[in-house]
């Protein structure tokens, strides 16, 4: 399976040869002799040697159709050209905030192979003529933040950091920012806000970064994937990394199975991959138990009954047409032990608690939004309240600054939409479908050898 | 109020953003002090505001938005648990509910012994290792069954 090594080998591997244990006694391919040792900044290398003008990078990126990573599935070799040429100073930034509920790709890649998010940041620099960078890292994975700090180290001292790169009168600098445990720094210019030493609070769009970024100054900012599959790109080749995937959906992509599966995890697969392959590389169900739902792309995904989902192949187009997003990549597999109320009401929650505060719709809302599915899941759900919910989410979504609004509106309206059964009987009998020792069992809490399966 | 070892790692923290931006720093700054005094008082607050030329309620506004700086005291251990979606379905909520048991307290309190406090976190971008929990902000611990909970807490003298 070639195809799994992609971005880095040590990523899927883990599945193959025995869960999280082979993956942690294996974590030892990090530091940059390793990279080398496997072909990492020869993409660098092969770019600055053969005075690839930052035009023809940026070309070569669009042909591999790299669709970022992050969320909104933008192009990133596109994203890259709406970067003011003449701008004397302009940054690159990269996006680890990973936050979104089953989402855990970023934290893999920082651990297994932080030098190639180094690599493709400098890239991404040469490309754009940013003269410097900042990684911003998620407040929960400090360890990792730590790691980034010694790669970024490593990689100064080896001169693909700092003035006049490889000899090739280039110079970027790049260091490491850390978060410190708030979801909405996710969104890119809460994240900009936040580097600047702000609360997170998402600015008003347009001016886009690429114009108004950090400091003011015109700014690309990616996800941490996508950075990481630039120079895998310049190894084969942008159209070699497009034919991976399929037209319109370049490239592999990780995806970060979690939930109700054996083995959950980060797999490597091409674009394209049918989901029940996906499911059946997490393990497949755990208990053998019945799929009954799954949020495709992240938390913000509207969820997808069983039998929807298993028609549908892992990308973009296919997961979009059965009225769900790729989002980030992040899989949850849910079982038939799963009460859909209790779950949307723990996603509402979130939202609640992340909003920003700064849009009277989005603040007011997710409360109200948790309110009212927090009293159906307590057995106090009232007649009207599914078309109370259905009112709020039309009441926010699109009248926000950011997308947290819509990401927060999406669930509700997907759950109640595809579950309604379940919320009417909640309502009605004032307690749930799905018997409480069942639920219970689900979570394996008590009964599982973690990590083993 | 800061030690100069905290002041010297703030330093450090100033040099990687432009000279005319010193205030990138504040989060790490803050992140320091907490580690020095055990939690962020507004008197700390100010003092890293004064230390990076910001004015403090700028300062308190940072501290107060992100949900890792501690505006009161905690205990000597504080154990902040994932419970979102992905990890529930693997045993979050019922790890926090064991830890509630064990502790005999419930989230946003602290035994009376002072070495726990328990929180309820949002996702930390690990939810394949469910359940998750993270210690004193820094430490992640992963796949968290009883067993492993027993041991954790064992080790938190
Ligand atoms: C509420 C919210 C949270 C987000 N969280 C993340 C995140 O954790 N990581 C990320 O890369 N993008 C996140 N995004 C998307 C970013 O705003 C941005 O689109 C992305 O970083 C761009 O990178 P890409 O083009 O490489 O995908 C979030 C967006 C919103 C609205
Ligand atoms: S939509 Fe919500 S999170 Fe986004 S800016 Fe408005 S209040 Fe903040
Ligand atoms: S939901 Fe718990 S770490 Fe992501």
Redesign the pocket.
Known sequence: MALLEAINPLLSAGWQKGGHEWRLENDTGWRLKDYEARGGYQSLKKILAGKMSPDDVINEVKKSVLR?????G?P?GL?WSFMPKAAPEKYIVC?T????PG?FKDRDIQRFDPHAIIEGMIIAAYAVGAGRGYNYIHGEIYELYQRFEQALDEARAAGYLGQNILGAGFDFELFAHHGWGA??C???SALLESIEGKKGQPRFKPPFPANVGLYGKPTT????E?FASIPFIFRIGGESFLDLGKPNNGGTKLYSVSGHVNRPGNFEVPMGTPFARLLEMAGGMRGGRKLKAVIPGGSSAPVLPADVMMDCTMDYDSIAKAGSMLG?GAVIVMDETTCMVKALERLSYFYYEESCGQCTPCREGTGWMYKVIHRIEHGEGRPEDLALLDRLTINIMGRTI???GD?ASMPVQSFVKHFRNEFEYHIENKKCLVPPDVQRAGSSFFTRNMGQA | MLSEATLGKIDREVAKYPAAQKQSAVMAALAFAQDELGWLSKDAIAAVAGYLDMPAIAAYEVASFYNMYDLAPVGKYKLTVCTNLPCALSGGVHAAEYLKNKLGIDFNETTADGRFTLKEGECMGACGDAPVMLVNNKRMHCFMTPDEIDKLLGECK
Do not use: Q, V
């Open positions: 970022g990573r992050g969320g909104a933008f990133t994203k996006n905030d990973e936050g979104e989402t979801y909405i996710g969104e890119e900012i990616n996800n941490t996508s980030s950011c997308a947290l990401a």
